[in-house]
């Protein structure tokens, strides 16, 4: 028969255990094993008073958010109602049923607070990062390096020139939180000093993000998310963010390799990206200053589209200081005769060669070589024998697998975007933007720790 509805009546005493409704194999419980929050108290021990009401638990605020951004939950009043209403989350979160759950302004005053102060977040990034080490997650061998457009958190709307902006009368007691940043910033390599070129337009909400057409559609405003990861698992070992220029990218990839290098003593063997970081700067701090190889293709602009001869089709004569054309012809710095050897002697920067014009009139491949000018002449960059070593590699045998490998930062760049939602920022400014991009890398290295290096179940 059909059974009567019965009304809920209030317990007085509840026997119930958290541990025993979260399943085994729910992600939270290889992440939890691996996250290491104890040096945490100690980090910010300087930040906090002696006396006074106690404060909120800061390792329960960490918590909460690599809870966030593992699961995409990018609002944090979402955040503290999904805490509340998730057993796995409040286990993990160490938080028992009858505890209250903080309020989501907490976390935008600690973050603009005690979290920026001790540079928390990148506390919390390296310590995962030296569980990967340890966990022998990190070959150390071979790195990849990338970058990948996050939109801003502004309206196209609210924008201007810059030098309207500029000009503009501003109370300094209205200025922004991104404001500020922006102006402290304007010395920075990877944001105001990254290139003299100045935007179209400037965000007033947040001036320090870059108005970009990159994507081969409408323009809009952007940050850089610049990884930097060992290619034998796909761990990230730095993240930074920068303006969306190639110079800026170029920058952050400097400053990430000699960070790890000095955090964690890790230096590659060789470096993979894509073209974006070819160009002479980048080739010659690679190989001549830091002695590692790049799987890097060279940006160069000498290739003719009208179908005649470009540089490569002419052969360089290292000895003799000239270039050999396909007819055997000789493209010179200078035909000037020294007496003193040494004044002849090559200078540094760039120098331009040219063919004889007597050569030239009597070519009969004249039309492939220079048909609308008397002579034929050639750049050749100061630092060209790097370039030539850096083709050297990308045309080596190893060169296929380096590439292969560095797919795995795109492929990271697709899950930030697809499962844990960072298509969008939704903090402004260069700190706030630095915040979420670390926070995300943390839980990307955690999501490949938990899957790489799972719990095992005890034998029975």
Known sequence: MMGPRREAQAELIYEFSLEEHVPQD??????????????????????????GRPSVDPELMIRMLVV??????RSERRLCDEVHLNLAYRWFCRLDLTDRIPDHSTFSKNRHGRFRESDLLRHVFETTVERCVSEGLVGGQGF???????????????????????AREIDPNDISWAAREYLDTLDDAAFGAASETTPKYTAHADPASQWTAARKG????????????????????DVDASRSIRQAEVGAMRKMIDRTEERFGLKPDWVAADTAYGSSDSLVWLTLKRKILPF????????????????SDFTWDEENDRYICPEGKELRHTRRNYSDPRRHKPKPGRRQYRSSKLDCQTCLSMQKCC?????????????????DFARLCTASDYNP???RRLKKVEMLFAHLKRILGLGRLRLRGPCGVQGEFTLAATA?????LAKLKPIVPAAA
């Open 401 to 403: 697998t380096a590439q």
């Open 296 to 311: 890097i293709p060279v940006l160069d602009h000498s290739k003719r589209k009208d179908g005649t001869w470009s540089r």
């Open 218 to 237: 409408p323009a809009f405003f952007a940050y850089s998310d610049n990884y930097l990861i060992d290619t034998d698992h796909g761990i990230i070992l």
């Open 371 to 387: 048909p609308n000018t008397a002579t034929r002449s050639i750049n050749r960059e100061e630092y060209e024998i790097v370039r």
């Open 444 to 448: 990307q290295n955690l999501r490949k």
């Open 144 to 166: 990849a390096v990338d970058a990948s457009l996050i939109v801003a958190d502004v309206q196209k709307q609210n924008s201007s020139n810059p030098e309207e902006w500029v």
């Open 26 to 51: 729910h992600l939270l419980r290889p992440i939890d094993r691996h996250l290491d929050l104890s040096g945490i108290r100690g980090h910010l021990a300087g930040l906090y008073s002696h006396t």
């Open 68 to 73: 966030g951004y593992c699961f995409g939950i």
